[in-house]
């Protein structure tokens, strides 16, 4: 990581020479990446915050802002500075939710729903939770409306309302087990994609070398004509 550090703040320095706004923003975004891989969190936040700035300078895509400004929130809740994540999180929610990117939207409120709920804020939690679970549904993205029942069942259970939160357990259950079945089914269609692309090899070096055998017989049996002749 810290020579992929190094490499990005060299790009960096070119792209900055050659004024590529669109390039500047990604690298300040992987070198805010690389530094929270370091444990460097500060660091982390302030690479995130120029590219979101650089993102913006240059119109790129909102998906792409967002996407940085959850970056940010997640190395100031690193930092466990949570008003700055919270504050964070909450603009990266009204770019995606504006621009129709339902599933990531459910995926930073689900986020959000748990920095609530460790601070115990409920009501915020639930409500954010909530808001996860519907924009899941409207994509019907079923790792993100797993993820958002699991979180509140958690937040019904700390409220006292068991019964709503078996439900909402029982339903992250049924979706896990169906995810991990598709899992299942879908290795299983590889491997015999795989065993099917074998065999087809095996088969056609066979006919390769029965081929070989073939176009060697009917030399010799020219030569021998050829010799007879």
Request: overall charge negative; glycine content about 4%.
């Amino acid at each position: 990581y810290d020579s992929a550090l190094i490499c990005c703040e060299e790009l960096l320095w070119v792209y900055e020479e050659r004024s590529d706004v669109e390039q500047i923003f990604r690298l300040q975004n992987n070198i805010g990446y690389y530094q929270t891989l370091l444990g460097d969190f500060e660091g982390a936040s302030g690479s995130y915050i120029n590219a979101i700035e650089s993102g913006i300078a240059a119109s790129a895509d909102p998906r792409d802002v967002a996407l940085m400004m959850t970056n940010a929130g997640v190395s100031f809740q690193n930092m466990e500075e949570r008003n700055d994540a919270i504050d964070y999180f909450n603009q990266a929610i009204q770019i995606l939710n504006e621009n129709e990117h339902y599933a990531e939207e459910s995926r930073v409120e689900n986020m959000l729903a748990t920095i609530y709920l460790q601070k115990g804020d409920l009501y915020n939690a639930g409500q954010f939770s909530l808001g996860a679970i519907e924009a899941a549904e409207k994509v019907n993205d079923p790792v993100r409306k797993s993820e958002a029942y699991l979180t509140y069942s958690q937040i019904l259970r700390k409220g006292n309302d068991p019964i709503n939160a078996l439900e909402h357990y029982e339903k992250y259950l049924i979706i896990r087990d169906s995810i991990s079945m598709e899992d299942k089914i879908a290795e299983r269609e590889m491997e015999d994609k795989k065993f099917q692309l074998e065999k087809e090899e095996r088969d056609l070096q066979l006919r390769l070398k029965e081929e070989e055998v073939s176009d060697l017989a009917i030399r010799q049996l020219m030569l021998q004509k050829d010799r007879i002749e």
